[in-house]
């Protein structure tokens, strides 16, 4: 399965898919919700809210009967939980925890990619720990650590490595296409 950007307005109508973030951000109007799709050759129904937010995806048989549900995905806006949604969402809408992802994906690139996953991971995860407020032994804070645990570093880890690749062979081709026009 691929993983898309796509872009709906404040009534939760999706009006536009792309492969590139970048792409969806330069169509994305103040007041819109920006968010990843898993698209495959699969038919899916989506159920949005009134915030926008994705609440159902179901799997469809035809488009001519999409009210028949063959099975329902879990996680959250194509993550594996809300938590790791939240956390991927705040790290690339702060310029500096973006800079720190960045850079975290290229000092800790291997030529092992499960070790190049696992390296950005655990830096992500002791790096977002060491900001965690300590909120001492109390209900707040078994919650906070509670959510911090749902995390899946792996998870973001994997998808700004392949954010990165993309990047970085469309960097190639310009510089190809550069290349040939001299």
């Known amino acids: 399965m691929d993983k898309w950007w796509a872009v ?13 973030e970048m792409d969806i951000l330069n169509i994305a109007k103040p007041g819109d919700k920006v968010f990843t799709v898993e698209l495959s050759d699969k038919k899916f129904m989506w159920e ?3 915030n926008g937010n994705i609440q159902n ?15 329902a995905d ?19 809408n702060d310029r500096g925890s973006w800079e720190f992802v960045r850079e975290t994906v290229i000092e800790g690139r291997t030529e092992d ?11 992500l995860e002791e790096y977002l720990e060491e900001q965690m407020p300590d909120l001492g032994a109390s209900m707040w804070g078994d919650l906070l650590q ?14 700004e490595i392949n ?6 062979e469309a960097e190639k081709a310009k510089t190809k296409v550069k290349e040939v026009k001299e």
């Open 113 to 123: 990619e499960s070790e190049w996953v696992g390296n950005v991971a655990n830096i």
């Open 146 to 159: 509670g959510a911090f645990d749902e995390i899946d570093f792996y998870e973001i880890a994997e998808w």
């Open 48 to 50: 949005i809210d009134e």
């Open 8 to 20: 709906s307005d404040k009534h939760g109508n999706i009006y536009a898919i792309r492969k590139y």
């Open 74 to 92: 879990e996680g959250y806006q194509g993550y594996k939980n809300y938590e790791t949604w939240n956390c991927h969402l705040w790290l690339g």
């Open 163 to 168: 954010e990165y690749k993309l990047n970085e």
């Open 57 to 71: 995806k179901k799997e469809i048989e035809s488009m001519k009967n999409n009210e028949k549900e063959i099975k």
